[in-house]
């Protein structure tokens, strides 16, 4: 177990897909690559039961796999962080014991959502999170989803507290993320595929790209880029990536949603390279039509991408 | 069983909070007085699990409680429906199985959330959950929660196909509802509980007013009333209701979340009435103020409510 | 002028389109032919400048042509409310003195929008206008356009403090349109199509439905037959209408916008029906398409709608 | 006039206050003695009539006497930007002729708002505006006040077209603004107090904060110090001035709107410094209160600043 106190991620944590077999259940074989092509790959930790691992859609099964696999296969190589997403603060919790007892070095937890909640109560929430689990929180900022923002004020609250051990932004809100880097000496993590040099170049501690699933190589030259000081080298690979994220959107809204045109790309985009067998989604997801993962396919070789071995 | 065929709620089927003991339990005698109160005020139907039973925060142990006590008391009585709320469609499954197992009659579904789902992966995402269980589903359109809609088109879709058995609908735009109605033979039950009596005017099957919990009797009558064509009866009762819906508003939001304000309030009434011992809601929720309970005590009386022997 | 105090709207008054000219001027001819259509029907008053009326996209030229043909082609006959909509109290005000000074019977006015005020700043534009002329003021109630609800407690200050002498209501929000009801004794108009005979059912003073530009007869007769307590006339009227209704969704979201394709319909109906001559609308909408027009005139015809002559 | 070509704005260009006299009309002296302190700063250029300004509070007159002063007193030596800021195609003409006769060399336009545009219907608007007026057309993207955003394709539709000469960006979006700057060789000037260094790294051609009406200086050598590519000094002089920012939330949004709070702050720091004489806003703004003031003074003292002589 990881001390809450002197838990600090940094680098590339991506938040990988979950790999689905022919059954819907997590393919364990395809997660085992998709761990050994990140870790090859030079990442700092590895986020799984994310946005992008669809921990929305997971049973109850899948969620157990996702860690025990994980846990297993990365064998303290890295942290591994685990989503602990859920509606309500009983059922976060047993989420996250769960996840701490399948090895499991933190947990990544949002705002409550389904009820509309008071600042107070996100603080409440964080807290008895906290109390509940001996592994680090991780505090999960993301309002495209729970429709609650976790403000720089609640943030400060539960850092000086010790509450949260890190912040995982995905607000979209650099402004406030600066906010954040300013007031507190909290770890923070920026999900922005787009503007992960900026972020660094502001002092954010790393990176938690969904992208970087496709291209794990090409985030962590960014980070270290960034991390030496190179910021031209930065900035050529953060602009690479950028073309790279147009794969996201290749599916459009009319005829699927906006997630299962993002997460299908991804699934998709690894499929194509050869690290996982099954580019397939949880229901109610529908999959990507055959001529959008053409399209990827070619924007991946646009990037310089290939198949991996 | 209910067959799906022949499922057609109807009448006054209130939402129920879940009563909570001083652990934090599911209070099975709080309950079971709770559902003997509403049986004895002629309700045709009882709602568990749903928004006004705290659904988002209630864990796997309290959502088995609920639905166990709940079915055992009612012993056929009337029907339970039991709300399988959750963000994905493998999650839902296990819920509404579960709910079936335990001796509901019927499933209560909300569109998926977290995720951002097309209407035809909403319309999946419901043929999924019917084709998994045994029982009727109804289809919940409550997009305050969700952040998305059932539109007519998806209701209409789902009711031809006979996915949907009925619609509970808390979207508060009649005009859709009413559209639902010209559209479908589906059975439709309104959640507002202050356009009861119109609703039921426009054709509405029945009502799942959360304000239920504390006043049945008077929702019974204005049911009754609005069934036998005493418009003018069914106004007065609804008048009455509506001065008594502000001990929703008591709270405010400036020190406690919406949620928070309208399920403590449902609570604070029923406690003050005698039907529960504690007006406890689940974490992260923080309680109404001892001057905030009192501002209801208020209301009940001068909306001529009063202890409940 | 209308003395405050007895100006009291009611019945059909509908939201009228303005038609523009081959320049893009208002067409003087074609709003007499407007006007004398509706007159014709049977309506109770007109509204000029309204959003049917493409208030945001008059120029000062457009605004002055509009009221000054309305109020001289009426000439006393109905009463003749001008939208005075604008960001900012100042500029309201000089709207209002406008249409005041043009002939006017009243003024319609909303939240002030662009700015994000307080519920107490809105009741100080209020005051101001009121103040500022000396016509009775409305208050139109439209957050889809100006993003700012007039909640009940501010309607219910302002008709207290006789600052407005009535509501016209485009909220959606038939719960908040009986809490004015019941508090007020405000004369209030909704803008809603397809739920006026509820409206009036509730209490409401009369319509304002912008469907009533391309079906006056209807409205009127709805109107009438609620006015009578013949339900079931109106709610006949009132289905044949939503069936009507469907010409707004005719060109749907993807090519052209919901307001292009909304004021757009009521323009090609009202062509197809030989009362104006020239479909067009401001820049920067875009007009229907040739297959959208064919639509449009089969619903017509199938709502039972022919040439006027 | 500067010809569309070549008009390529940079630097600091502050949206200025609108100095209001004891009977609400532009105060003259107080807009000359403002533009003599920002001069005196050094800064690139000036916008009059945009958000900071109150330009959707702003009358005829007042529009008017706004520009004519700038431009008078500016005399040539920054240009004089100007906005345009109104809902529909041809009143947005209105104003920009307007401004270009009185001697604006520029004119700045937002998106269609009250009505609901479709991207396609927005780019028709700006090439309009674009047609209709001899001087460039700055495009202001500026969702939390008209609910729509310029897309990076559309801004990227109108740059190639030479339809918009540059883009003020007031989005929050710094994802989006660098897609601009990777796909266009607009000029492009971020309206955020709070990422001005960051904006600038990424290619930003200037600034437009709003905070810039208080602490032009500070502005002037956090642009510098980014041009001459020292990283430090730009970042120390951008903590300050966030902690200036302050000044924005004194008021919070309990008593008066979030416009009302952050304008009024601004005023209250210009009088307080003795650059303008009156704090006041135009109706219906509510004025902050005494202690907000003396708060702000405090917020002022910390940051360096004091009064000007």
Do not use: C
């Not at 919790?93 to 937890?109: K, S």
């Not at 993301?142 to 539960?158: G, K, Q, W, Y």
């Not at 099954?278 to 198949?307: F, K, Q, V, Y």
Request: charged share 20%.
């Amino acid at each position: 177990m990881v001390s809450d106190t002197t838990f600090t991620p940094h680098g590339v944590v991506p938040p990988l897909v979950t790999p689905l077999d022919d059954h819907g259940d997590v393919d364990r074989r395809a997660l085992e690559r998709l761990l050994a092509f990140q870790l090859d790959a030079g990442v700092d930790g590895v986020f799984v039961g994310g946005s992008s691992g669809e921990i929305a859609l997971l049973d109850t099964a899948q969620r157990r796999a996702l860690v025990e696999v994980t846990a297993g296969t990365v064998a303290g190589a890295v942290p591994v962080l685990a989503g602990a997403v859920d509606t309500g603060t009983r059922r976060v919790v047993e989420h996250a014991r769960q996840a701490a007892a399948l090895g499991a070095d933190a947990v990544v937890v949002t705002a409550p959502f389904y009820v509309a909640p008071h600042p107070a109560e996100v603080v409440t929430h964080f807290q008895h999170v906290h109390a509940a689990v001996d592994v680090p929180v991780v505090a999960y900022d993301i309002p495209s989803a729970v429709h609650t923002r976790l403000t720089p004020d609640v943030i400060a609250e539960l850092a000086e507290s010790k509450t949260i051990a890190a912040l995982k932004d995905s607000s979209g809100d650099l402004a406030a993320f600066r906010e954040v880097l300013r007031r507190t000496e909290l770890p923070a993590l920026t999900g922005s595929e787009l503007l992960a040099d900026t972020a660094l170049a502001l002092g954010a501690a790393g990176l938690v790209p969904g992208l970087g699933n496709v291209d794990p190589h090409g985030y962590v030259r960014l980070y270290r880029a960034a991390r030496d000081g190179d910021l031209a080298a930065a900035k050529a690979e953060q602009d690479r990536l950028a073309a790279l994220f147009r794969i996201v959107s290749v599916a459009g809204t009319t005829r699927i949603g906006h997630t299962a045109g993002a997460l299908g790309a991804f699934k998709a985009a690894l499929a194509w390279r050869g690290v996982i067998d099954n580019a397939a989604t949880n229901a109610p997801l529908h999959p990507l039509a055959d001529d959008e993962r053409t399209t990827i396919g070619r924007i991946l070789t646009i990037a310089g991408l290939g198949t991996v071995d």
